[in-house]
């Protein structure tokens, strides 16, 4: 009978190749570790986050805030021209209050002033016909405050019917005029809203004082039978040579010969 042999066993060691150790003995990364194939599969890959624009949330939010700033540009739109409308309104409120408190006299005064200084008669004036009415009317303004007036109650030339400006008379149109953009306007009706606030914001005392002026060219500091005379002639008025005399003597209450400022605020307030 065969007796059996027992045999060592072989001593184990793990299988390693040369490709897992550097010529120093070193473990290297097992092949394959760091290479594009060795990644995770689409399967075991985690789940990507969503882009936020896409979606049932991405889109549906994107597009609830795209018509809620829509919704509020538009409220604000809505917003402003109300407001513009209720402060043309007031304005437009106050001007006709300001017209309706002057007497027929100014109004008429008013009128004379603009027909004199539409120069070419298209119910319309320019920055210098303005500055020259509204002198014309006791008001001399500086450029600024003419300018501000045209910005705001003015329209541009170019925007103006072709039909309005031909209304003038023959010839009046000759002359070359300037339409373009940057030209503001001013019609009739928005003079007569200004000349009427301004003339009823002044103090009557200064326009009793500037009358004055108008009689004392030469600065006496009061009105001589002279001063009547060449006024009386230029309003057509002939008055004879006592009656002028005896203005003066009713209101000479010092007896230097003339009325003076106080004489003459007092007569016209009187």
Known sequence: ????TTHQPFPSRPYTSGLGRTAGGQQQPAFGANTPYNTQTPFNAPPQQQNPGYGPSGIGAAGGAGATTQQQREAQR????????VERERREAEERGALDALSEEQREEVNEAF?????????HI?????????KALGFDLPKSDILALLQTHGVPASSLNNNTRNQAPPGINERPTFVGP??????RQAFQHIAAQRISSRDPQEEILRAFELFDTDNK????????????????EMLQEEELQAM??????????GIDRDAFVGICMG
């Open 1 to 4: 009978m065969a007796t059996s």
């Open 78 to 85: 809505l917003e402003r021209d109300r407001q513009e409308r």
């Open 115 to 123: 027909s004199l200084f539409d120069l070419d008669k298209d119910a």
């Open 126 to 134: 320019d920055y210098h016909e303005l500055k020259v009415a509204l």
């Open 182 to 187: 940057t030209r503001l306007l001013l019609s």
């Open 221 to 236: 500091g009061r009105i001589d039978v002279q001063d009547l005379r060449r006024v009386a002639r230029e309003l057509g």
């Open 248 to 257: 003066i003597d009713e209101f000479d209450i010092r007896g230097e010969g």
